[in-house]
């Protein structure tokens, strides 16, 4: 899997460099995955927007998968839904 992490380079500039890492989840340790974007309404508290975003959560790691169309709404609805941009440790696009 590629993933792409934010640093910060040696003049403090944030730049993005990708990983290859490759990781297993074995069966009973378990993962649950929060869309928070996505055009089809399935929680009322959410703004629905064309494009997708989740939230993937495993042991040991948070990985947001894709951004949606909008980064405010993004934003919104993990708030809403008690998703904390700190908690991700990985950005999957």
Do not use: Q
Not at 1 to 8: G, K
Not at 17 to 31: F, L
Not at 66 to 81: A, E, F, R, W, Y
């Amino acid at each position: 899997m590629t993933m792409l992490v934010p640093e910060e380079d040696m003049e403090g500039k944030l730049e993005i460099r990708r990983t290859h890492e490759r990781e297993e989840i074995k069966p009973g340790e378990g993962a649950m995955a929060t869309i928070v974007y996505d055009n089809n309404r399935y929680d009322r508290r959410l703004i629905p927007a064309w494009g997708f975003s989740c939230v993937v959560t495993v042991p040991d790691k948070t990985i947001l998968f894709d951004t949606g169309g909008d980064g405010g709404i993004l934003l919104d609805n993990m708030k809403k839904l008690k998703e904390t941009r700190k908690a991700i440790d990985h950005l999957e696009v």
